[in-house]
């Protein structure tokens, strides 16, 4: 029986720098989406072109690591 190889998805940490008062429900909807709640909250999300997307989005409220 062959063992199956563990392979790690990339992340990239994101970090909510500016508030999303105000902003389109659209960029709100994609804050949470990211799994941000708060300002300075920083989560890691898979590098994934769904994620990419939300992140190109409301890249003017973030900060990108990696």
Known sequence: MAKAKKVEAATVKVTLVKSVIGRIDSH???VRGLGLRHLNHTVEVQDTPANR???NKVGYLLKVEG
Request: proline share 0%; aromatic share 0%; with cysteine.
């Open 28 to 30: 709100r909807a994609c």
């Open 53 to 55: 997307g939300m992140i």
